[in-house]
């Protein structure tokens, strides 16, 4: 059974940091990509930041470039997401995914698995 955990979330000021996981189980994913996506009250899930099977590529979403940094340690079947100088319209139920694909996929019917998500919350 496939399973993806997220964890690292909480509530954290304006400008301060966070680092997310996300633990893959049930199969290999050294050979997928895996994204980070996220979804705030009220609104449509959007995506992130995602990252290639090899790690060597990244995909940021032009709200988080610069700040958010992916990165993924395939021996341990783990994609992290270092989130710094943190806002509060980065306030979202947080959530990892993988997908089949060689590159950077963005659009969320490209992915395969989900997590249930970990909430952050940024205040003011």
């Known amino acids: 059974q496939v399973q993806l955990v997220e964890s690292g979330g909480g509530l954290v000021q304006a400008g301060g940091s966070l680092r997310l996981s996300c633990a893959a189980s049930g199969r290999t994913f050294s050979s997928d990509a895996m994204g980070w996506f996220r979804q705030a009250p009220g609104k449509e899930r959007e995506f992130v930041a995602s990252i290639s099977w090899s790690g060597r590529n990244t995909y940021y979403a032009d709200s988080v470039k610069g700040r958010f940094t992916i990165s993924r340690d395939n021996a341990k079947n783990t994609v992290y997401l270092v989130m710094n100088s943190l806002k509060p319209e980065d306030t979202a139920v947080y959530f990892c995914?993988?997908?089949?694909?060689?590159?950077?996929?963005?659009?969320?019917?490209?992915?395969?698995?989900w997590g249930q998500g970990t909430q952050v919350t940024v205040s003011s």
């Open positions: 995914a993988t997908a089949t694909s060689y590159y950077t996929p963005s659009y969320q019917y490209e992915y395969d698995y």
